[in-house]
């Protein structure tokens, strides 16, 4: 079922197309996907096509639309992303729209073409070897996070202080044990971020929380988001690390899961006044699953 068309947006998705690509006089206009933005997607009579964004209300709490910018002009940059037109102050964006679009679900995206399409994305986003300087210090945010649900009286779960205390045992082990060095990346490659564009290239979307950050953070959100087995996640990470996974490769993934879980538990709390109670449950997968993968991790 498509999503309702919002009139107010109307004026400034004219607006904005007419600062780029220069013309407003579209002939279609299709509302996407999106949890807390609203995108667009506009046709116009000579064939081209548009992405346009607006943001969502309360996302300038959680995201710095600076930092997004400079992190989605990296990533057209290496190809990985569609072609940039604008990028407004408060995040308003048009690119080009992807030809040939296949957004990926978690079932598409368990196809070993498709996961080695991502890894080589995100191999190379890694690899690129730039320092945006764009931060992404998950526990820092986590702190913000916890911050504004406190100021907005947002209720915590009762067993989230002693679930805290775990995870950062767990950060203090991987951290003297494995490479955690930053990288570029994404940090929130949902399976609706990622695009291919017919049978050969694989874009990756949305760049709100890119920053510096550890790599197999990545790698551990596009397990966690396609639901991956442990067949799947040593699929990707050889072709992510170009030769077979160590145990300490694969221990250095689940912690991440559990840091991607930890930190988004948190994020999801922080837009219940906002969102309502879908925001509180999917707060609490998120939790539920956090613990299972503490779980899981002291088995090893």
């Not at 346009?52 to 930092?67: D, F, S, Y």
């Not at 990470?237 to 077979?244: A, I, M, N, T, W």
Request: net charge negative.
């Amino acid at each position: 079922m498509a999503k309702e068309i919002l009139k107010q947006d109307l004026g400034t998705v004219a607006k904005l197309l007419s600062i780029a690509p220069g013309k407003s006089d579209y002939t279609e206009i299709e509302r996407m996907g999106g949890l807390t933005n609203r995108t667009y997607k506009v046709s116009f009579a000579d064939g081209s096509e548009y992405a346009v964004r607006i943001p969502g209300e309360g996302t300038e709490e959680l995201i710095c639309r600076k930092n997004e910018q400079k992190s989605t002009e990296l990533a057209c940059n290496l190809g990985i992303d569609a072609e940039l037109l604008y990028f407004g102050e408060n995040g308003d964006k048009v690119s080009l729209l992807i030809s040939n679009a296949d957004t990926m679900s978690a079932d598409t995206m368990k196809n070993p073409l498709h996961i080695k399409k991502a890894a080589d994305v995100l191999r190379r986003l890694h690899k690129s070897a730039v320092d945006t300087g764009v931060p992404f210090e998950v526990f820092s945010m986590a702190s913000g996070y916890e911050k504004i649900i406190n100021d907005k009286n947002v209720p915590m779960f009762s067993d989230y202080e002693a679930v805290k205390v775990k995870v950062m045992e767990i950060k203090s082990e991987i951290d003297a044990t494995c490479n955690t060095e930053n990288a570029p990346c994404h940090n929130d490659p949902l399976c609706e971020n990622w695009v291919m564009s017919g049978s050969e290239r694989m874009y990756l979307i949305d760049w709100e929380y890119a920053g510096m950050n550890d790599g197999f953070w990545d790698l551990a959100a596009v397990s966690i988001e396609a639901v991956y087995k442990k067949q799947h996640d040593e699929l990707l990470l050889s072709e992510y690390l170009q030769r077979e996974p160590t145990d300490a490769d694969m221990r250095h993934l689940l912690a991440n899961k559990i840091y991607v879980d930890f930190l988004w538990t948190l994020w999801a709390k922080a837009r219940v006044p906002y969102d309502g109670q879908p925001m509180e449950d999917w707060a609490q997968e998120r939790f539920e699953r956090l613990k299972g993968f503490i779980a899981e991790l002291d088995a090893l």
